[in-house]
């Protein structure tokens, strides 16, 4: 699995994905034999390391930015690059900034990215390739035939992911209606739901790559991870173990940053995740809260639902209650009342089926 992009790196990628004018005249470069160096942003910090070139401030376009691919300076453009600053610039950046590059060209495009944080194009003849720097990352941008390539195969994964996630879905809800939860049947649904958004992140890579050629990878994406960080929300507050500085949100927050490694260990997610009091035992019941249950009843408010689990505190209790108990419930009514119990129940017993069908 590919290390997850940053927000600016896919912001980068985005101005300079197919069907965009920067990348038009990126090609432009390219397919001419020429070399570039493009810096996206026109800001204070960027002029302070510019030295030499000349004030343009033209509006941009791909046969503007080919032309002045001749010359040997940097091509200075407007955050949005839709305005070409400044041409033929010798950039200066911080010569004690790192650097894993070799050529001049991607050197001085690291640093400057390493040194300002803005969005830095290397375009390189010789190698016939274009790099984007962003801060620390890197990315070389491939040929649209490779890249859907990459994409359809993470898409064929997604699916494989998605239907094991499917599975350990409803046997969770088999065991929850029976109450014979284990910590273990629980951190099995996480791990799955959390992989499974960690691939769609990566397509989404992809999908931002592609541009205007990944409409299609985009429905597919869409179908295959449906609700699934719903479901990943729902399960995490029906059985974390809630503390006065252990939230929902610090616990969501963990499981996005566990490793992989850290994710392929059962006790790890479970640690993190703090299922329970003490250390964690694989084998240890749980009992649902009963929120997951509860969201699956068509036009049922969240603020009921809250008042129901307030109420009743746990699934188990409120299945057994009956349709007065859930008419007590601030909120609810009778006739929601009853409409509930009748969910619960057509719930109960497709989860019961599906899983021993």
Known sequence: ???????????????????????????RVLQAGMGALIVVGDGPEVLNICSGGFL???????????????????????????????????????????????????????????????????????????????????????????????????????????????EVTVALSALEIEDLVTVRDVVSVLQRTEMVARIAAEIEGYIVELGE??????????????????????????????ESSWHLSEALNALDQLSTDDLLELRRVAATLHLGPGAPDLDASLSPRGYRLLSRIPRLPDAVVESIVERFGSLPKILRATTEDLDDVGGVGQTRARAIKDGLSRLTEASILDHYS
């Open 213 to 242: 050629d990944g409409r299609l990878v985009r429905l597919q994406l869409e179908e295959l991870l449906g609700d699934v960080a719903d479901e990943r929300r729902l399960v995490v507050r029906d059985y974390f173990h809630e």
């Open 1 to 27: 699995m590919n290390p997850r992009r940053s927000a600016a790196m896919l912001d980068a990628l985005a101005q300079v994905a197919p069907g965009q004018p920067l990348r038009d005249g990126v090609d």
């Open 56 to 166: 343009l401030d033209a509006a941009y376009s791909p046969q503007r930015l080919s032309e002045l691919g001749k010359m040997d300076g940097a091509t200075i453009l407007a955050a949005d690059a839709s305005r070409i600053a400044r041409a033929n610039v010798h950039l200066v950046p911080n010569p004690n900034v790192p650097t894993s590059e070799t050529g001049t060209r991607h050197r001085t495009a690291e640093r400057v990215a390493r040194s300002i944080r803005v969005p830095v194009i290397s375009v390189s003849q010789r190698m016939n390739v274009i790099s984007v720097y962003v801060g620390e990352e890197k990315h070389q941008i491939e040929s649209v035939p490779r890249v859907v390539n990459r994409a359809n195969q993470a898409v064929q994964t997604l699916e494989r992911y998605r239907r094991r996630l499917d």
